[in-house]
């Protein structure tokens, strides 16, 4: 948005806002103009520029979003209460209830910004969420002064205050402009804060564009024209465009997809606009027929428009000269939204300042919490903020605001905190109640995390943390438990070998042997031996060199099996990984888990591992060893051997009928290795059938089929 650098004059102002709305208040808006000037009087900013340019730049920006004269007011007056004598009793007298309501909400938000650091209280978060919600125009005003302010950035000569203010139109300003639609400002937003936070890397992208342009010479026209030609051709007529998406956005593709830019579908966006909806698919039409379509580009969001009221439809082409490019196709409505969503609404919508409910639902959502709700803590309990695309904000019991990334669960949160915190982690209380530490996390949360000195980090947790910090913790610790793992599971070994040869293993015996195992402890060398790196008997040898090195049966694998060859876990019939190699293992008879299923391992001294099904209710009384439970997981395409499912079924006691049953179990490739009635009356049987399958699915699809058999009344898994 281009602005004259010459302060604009008082009738200047006032003749554009009459220029689109010619009902506006001609005298309120010359008096504002000359009481703000009045005083701010010698006030300077750091540009050296009076400081009165400032609120009529911020003015002059809603007036290119053609904002309604209170709002003009609003912006020429918006850092009066904060920045001079005045008070909110002094604008309400010279200018009305509703402009000083509006000036207040927008000072409120200008002081909330100064006490914002690392963290906001939750009271400060409430603040700013009231005052915006009163009234949309608050939020516009505010929006448009932080514009206003980035534009000069440069200015201020401290680097710190550049770079808070920078990050804080990052996190803060530029979602709240994206939440509300005004994707212009956002990308001006964006890219100003990007400028300042990342210079090189904004040096880099405008590098890349320069080079593209020169290479391009003049495509980017060259397809515009085509594309309109060829949809005049057709009989529709449109205005066609390409813009060029901003760096930041080509910054975070760039980041996010791990591409570089070469095609002009990453870096242009053509727009098509048309008269009508109608026209908008005939465009559609019109381009899928001249072009080739890239698979998969197609969104309609015109019939399901996104929360914050974007219409159009997008579309990939293959398309004039041979380029890749994205279509985005709408009506000239459409396209104002787009560019500057809520606020494009007073311009088709005069008059109307209220929150349009439809399509502001978050918006009128907030609105009735905050009506309803007696007290900040109710509020916090009950408010599901969703204003912050990639972020949630949430509270500790204390009130301290907690920013993570979008899908962050409470063991986010309780790593946050602190890493002893998430340590023992053992559950959390979200707004009071008990809730799964795997749960994800919403706006407003408030989030109390029980630990206990007992817990340990869980590789599970690994599978559903998003930080950074969290995954870090979790890996090392699972590092160190499997190493410990290993290590016992080596000084079995040991034990076993040395026993059968008479010895006692002692921990000066193996003192002794490690330096030729190059290990730096006792501990590390039985890793190895658990690991397989070194055999048990190797470590014999080494202690006691009167024991031969020869054939001594292979007997010193703990669990009775001969050893698997090294550096293979698998076992015949056993596809599990994430079992130590070598390891026994067995599947449980309570829950006869199966291929495709979640599983989880538990470690039984001398008798290897069994799995189980995750939700198995014999799991339970394993709940106070967590050193006893394994992570494992099924070996993806290994399911060559059976495995036993039992099912429960009842099924009509009639003639012929067990016949259906093998007959539909046979077909569907399953084998009946067991059958046994567990009750008979005069109109059915209920029994047990262990059926062999290769995984889940394939038992799913014979339960699918006995159920659709007119003699089978129920069947289900049978558990316990
Ligand atoms: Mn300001």
Request: proline fraction near 4%; charged fraction near 30%.
């Amino acid at each position: 948005m281009p602005r004259d650098r010459a302060m604009m004059r008082q009738f200047e102002l006032v003749e554009r806002v009459k220029s689109y709305d010619s009902g506006a208040d001609e005298d309120a808006l010359n008096r504002a103009y000359v009481y703000a000037m009045k005083l701010h009087g010698s006030q300077k900013r750091e540009s050296g520029d009076p400081y009165f340019s400032h609120p009529i730049e911020v003015a002059g920006i809603l007036t290119d979003l053609k904002l309604d004269d209170k709002s003009i007011i609003t912006a020429l007056l918006h850092d009066l209460v904060e920045d001079t004598e005045t008070s909110l009793e002094d604008i309400e007298k010279l200018f009305g209830k509703e402009i000083a309501r509006l000036v207040d909400g927008v000072t409120k938000l200008t002081r909330l910004e100064l006490q914002s650091e690392h963290t906001q209280h939750a009271e400060n978060f409430r603040k700013l969420v009231l005052a915006m919600s009163e009234d949309i125009r608050v939020l516009l005003v505010k929006l448009a002064d932080r514009l206003h302010n980035m534009q000069t950035l440069h200015y201020i000569k401290s680097p710190e205050r550049r770079r808070r203010i920078a990050r804080e139109t990052m996190d803060i300003y530029a979602p709240l402009a994206e939440r509300i639609g005004m994707h212009r400002f956002k990308d001006e937003l964006q890219d100003l804060a990007f400028a300042e936070l990342n210079p090189d890397g904004r040096a880099s992208i405008q590098a890349r564009l320069e080079f593209l342009k020169g290479r391009g010479d003049e495509l980017p026209p060259l397809i515009i024209d085509q594309l309109r030609r060829g949809l005049a051709n057709d009989g529709v007529d449109a205005w066609v465009s390409g813009r060029m998406k901003s760096s930041h956005s080509i910054w975070n593709k760039m980041q996010h997809k791990n591409i570089a830019f070469e095609q002009l579908a990453d870096i242009m966006a053509f727009r098509v606009v048309v008269g009508d909806i109608g026209e908008c698919y005939q465009a559609l039409g019109s381009l899928h027929s001249q072009y080739p379509v890239v698979p998969g580009r197609f969104k309609d969001y015109l019939s399901t428009p996104k929360p914050n009221g974007y219409q159009s439809l997008h579309t990939g082409l293959i398309g004039p000269e041979r380029q890749r490019i994205e279509v985005q196709i709408r009506t000239r409505e459409m396209h104002d939204v787009a560019e500057f969503g809520v606020a494009a609404h007073w311009k088709y919508k005069h008059g109307d300042m209220k929150v349009d409910g439809r399509q502001y639902r978050w918006l009128r959502e907030l609105l009735d919490i905050l009506e309803h709700a007696s007290n900040p803590e109710e509020f916090l309990e009950h408010t599901k903020l969703e204003m912050f695309q990639d972020q949630v904000f949430c509270f500790s019991p204390k009130g301290d605001l907690i920013a993570l990334p979008r899908g962050a669960t409470a063991v986010d949160f309780a790593y946050a905190v602190h890493s002893e915190v998430g340590d023992t982690c053992v559950g959390a209380k979200v707004n009071g109640r008990i809730m799964p530490l795997r749960g994800e996390l919403q706006n407003g949360d408030q989030v109390e995390i029980l630990t206990s000195k007992a817990q340990t980090p869980s590789p599970d947790w690994e599978k559903f943390v998003v930080t950074g910090k969290a995954k870090a913790r979790i890996r090392r610790f699972v590092h160190m438990k499997e190493r410990d793992q290993y290590s016992e599971l080596g000084r079995n070994m040991l034990q076993k070998a040395f026993r059968e040869e008479g010895y006692d293993l002692t921990e000066k015996a193996l003192d002794g042997a490690l330096k030729k195992f190059r290990a730096d402890n006792t501990s590390d060398l039985c890793a190895s031996v658990g690991q397989g790196i070194h055999t048990a008997r190797e470590v014999l040898v080494a202690v006691f060199p009167g024991v031969k090195d020869a054939e001594k049966p292979r007997r010193m694998w703990p669990f009775g099996r001969t050893r698997p060859a090294a550096g293979k876990n698998k076992q015949p019939g056993v596809p599990i990984k994430g079992l130590i190699p070598g390891m026994a293992v067995h599947f449980a008879h309570c829950c006869h888990p199966l291929p495709g299923e979640r599983i989880v391992g538990i470690v039984t001294t001398g008798k290897g591992v069994t799995v189980h099904t995750i939700d198995c209710e014999t799991l339970a009384t394993f709940q106070d060893a967590p050193e006893r439970w394994i992570d494992v997981a099924w070996e993806v395409g290994d399911g060559t051997e059976p495995h036993t499912g039992r099912l429960k079924i009842v099924i009509a006691n009639e003639p012929g009928s067990l016949g259906d049953l093998s007959t539909i179990i046979g077909k569907n490739e399953g084998n009946i290795s067991n059958l046994k009635i567990a009750n008979r009356s005069i109109d059915f049987f209920e029994m047990l059938v262990d059926v062999e399958v290769q995984d889940v699915k394939h038992l799913t699809n014979i339960i699918a089929a006995l159920r659709a058999a007119p003699v089978i009344i129920s069947v289900e898994r049978a558990r316990g």
